[in-house]
C-alpha cells in the first residue's frame, strides 16, 4: 500500500467484516467519528503525508482541506462498504424492486477499541433508527496494534530509507489491516511496515499485481541495510 521510500512506524490498524442484508436506503445524517488521539510526534509526521487529493480532486473525497484529510486517513475509525449487491441489471434485469439486498463493511478499528462492543453498538445504532430488520454477521475481526515511533527497528527502517530511497515519508498509523497485534502484544516486540516492492499503481490486492525488478532489488538493499543499521543501533 505504500511506494517504496514509505515508512510506516505503527502496526496496522484492525477490522472487522460485516454482512448486513436485507436492507433499506438509510437516513441521511452526521455521525460521530471515533479518533485515536494522536502524540506530538505523531502529528508532526502526519504533517508530511500528501492526502489523495490531486489525482481525484480537491473535494472529491471530502469537502475538508488536505491536511484534515491526512489526519482523519491516519487516527479515525472509518466504515468502508466494499461490497454491494441487490436485484439484477442487464438482461437480467427486472422492473421491480428487489426483496433482499446485502453489503459487505469493513470497520477499521483503532487502538483501545473492542470489535465485539463495536458490533454490539452498530447493531444497537441500527435499532434506534428502525432498522431491526437489517441482519447483521461478524465476519472476521482482528485486534488492533500500536508500537512506539522511537524503538531501535523504527530507527533503522527510517536510516536505511533514508540509504537506499532517500528521505522516508511516515506514517503513524498504518491505514489497513493484519495481524501486527500477535508479535506487538503477545511477544511484546515493536514492528515496523516499511516499504515494499510494490507502489501505488501496482493494482495492489488486484488480479494483474505487479512489482518492478528494479524495485525488488533496491528493497532486497534496503532490507540488507535495516540489519546493519539495527546492529548499529542496539550496539
Known amino acids: ?20 442484508a436485507p436492507s433499506t436506503s438509510l437516513r441521511r445524517g452526521r455521525h460521530r467519528v471515533n479518533r485515536l488521539p494522536p502524540t506530538p510526534e505523531e502529528e508532526s509526521a502526519a504533517q508530511g503525508i500528501d492526502p489523495p487529493t490531486t489525482e481525484f480532486g480537491e473535494h472529491a473525497l471530502l469537502p475538508l482541506p488536505p ?12 466504515v468502508n462498504i466494499s461490497g454491494l449487491s441487490a436485484g439484477a441489471v442487464g438482461a437480467e434485469a427486472r422492473s421491480a424492486v428487489p426483496a433482499e439486498a446485502r453489503a459487505h463493511v469493513d470497520v477499521h478499528t483503532l487502538p483501545g477499541q473492542d470489535a465485539d462492543r463495536l458490533f454490539a453498538q452498530i447493531r444497537t445504532h441500527l435499532d434506534a433508527h428502525g432498522f431491526e430488520m437489517v441482519e447483521l454477521r461478524l465476519v472476521t475481526k482482528v485486534p488492533p496494534a500500536k508500537g512506539p515511533m522511537d524503538s531501535p527497528l523504527a530507527l533503522a527502517a527510517l ?42 499503481s501496482s493494482n495492489i490486492h488486484g488480479f494483474d499485481e505487479h512489482g518492478s525488478l528494479d524495485d525488488y532489488l533496491e528493497h532486497v538493499a534496503f532490507n540488507i541495510r535495516v540489519f546493519e543499521r539495527l546492529a548499529d543501533e542496539l550496539a
Open 1 to 20: 500500500m505504500t511506494e517504496p521510500g514509505v515508512v510506516a512506524y505503527h502496526d496496522p490498524l484492525s477490522f472487522c467484516r460485516l454482512h448486513l
Open 67 to 78: 491536511r484534515e484529510l491526512a489526519r482523519r486517513l491516519l487516527f479515525s475509525a472509518p
Open 159 to 200: 536510516g536505511a530509507s533514508r540509504d537506499v530511497f532517500g528521505e522516508p515519508v511516515r506514517y503513524p498509523v498504518v491505514p489497513g489491516a493484519g495481524p501486527a497485534h500477535l508479535v506487538v502484544d503477545t511477544l511484546g516486540i515493536p514492528v515496523v511496515s516499511p516499504a515494499g516492492t510494490t507502489r501505488l
